[in-house]
């Protein structure tokens, strides 16, 4: 009786020990394990990557998989393409922010003209004459009609209405 009572125990000790192992090896994956030569010809060994390119890389088992250097390269370029868009991004909407500043101002500046054109009925204008001096002139009928019209396509392309 005795016997049956240690077989029993050493099968149960043996199947513990055999499912302990099985789940080790589940769970178990390849790590990197990097090794190089310094200047001072000393051998490393380390599971951090080291600074320099020169160096093996070996595996051994544990609970995580290291990245191999393809993957890390991977990664490295689409953080590097990421950093690209997000400043593409940054980029395009500074210069949204110029644009809507300039259009606030192209509209202002059209609305002053229109306000000008129709309030007053004699408008000069300054310009360089043929013998280089400058004189001062009032528009003719047709050029405030042209200038109020320009005034009013401005107004229409700058202004949200």
């Given at each position: 009786m005795s016997i049956k009572k240690l077989?029993?125990?050493a099968a149960l000790l043996t199947g513990a020990l055999l499912t302990s192992s099985i789940v080790n090896c589940v769970n178990a994956k390849e790590i990197?394990?990097?090794r190089w030569v310094d200047k001072n010809?000393?051998?490393h060994f380390?599971?951090?990557l080291p600074k320099s390119d020169d160096y093996k890389?070996?595996?051994t088992i544990s609970s995580y998989k290291a990245l191999s250097k393809a993957e890390r390269k991977m990664i490295a370029d689409q953080d590097s393409a990421d950093k690209k868009v997000e400043d593409q991004e940054k980029q395009m909407d500074d210069t949204t922010a110029k644009n809507?500043?300039?259009?606030e101002k192209n509209c202002k500046a059209a609305r002053l003209n229109i306000k000008m054109l129709n309030s007053l009925d004699e408008i000069h204008v300054n310009e360089e004459k043929d013998d280089g001096t400058i004189g001062s002139r009032p528009l003719t009928p047709a050029e405030k009609a042209d200038k109020l019209a320009l005034s009013k396509k401005h107004e229409g392309l700058y202004c949200n209405k």
């Amino acid at each position: 009786m005795s016997i049956k009572k240690l077989s029993f125990t050493a099968a149960l000790l043996t199947g513990a020990l055999l499912t302990s192992s099985i789940v080790n090896c589940v769970n178990a994956k390849e790590i990197a394990i990097y090794r190089w030569v310094d200047k001072n010809n000393v051998v490393h060994f380390s599971q951090n990557l080291p600074k320099s390119d020169d160096y093996k890389e070996f595996s051994t088992i544990s609970s995580y998989k290291a990245l191999s250097k393809a993957e890390r390269k991977m990664i490295a370029d689409q953080d590097s393409a990421d950093k690209k868009v997000e400043d593409q991004e940054k980029q395009m909407d500074d210069t949204t922010a110029k644009n809507k500043a300039t259009y606030e101002k192209n509209c202002k500046a059209a609305r002053l003209n229109i306000k000008m054109l129709n309030s007053l009925d004699e408008i000069h204008v300054n310009e360089e004459k043929d013998d280089g001096t400058i004189g001062s002139r009032p528009l003719t009928p047709a050029e405030k009609a042209d200038k109020l019209a320009l005034s009013k396509k401005h107004e229409g392309l700058y202004c949200n209405k």
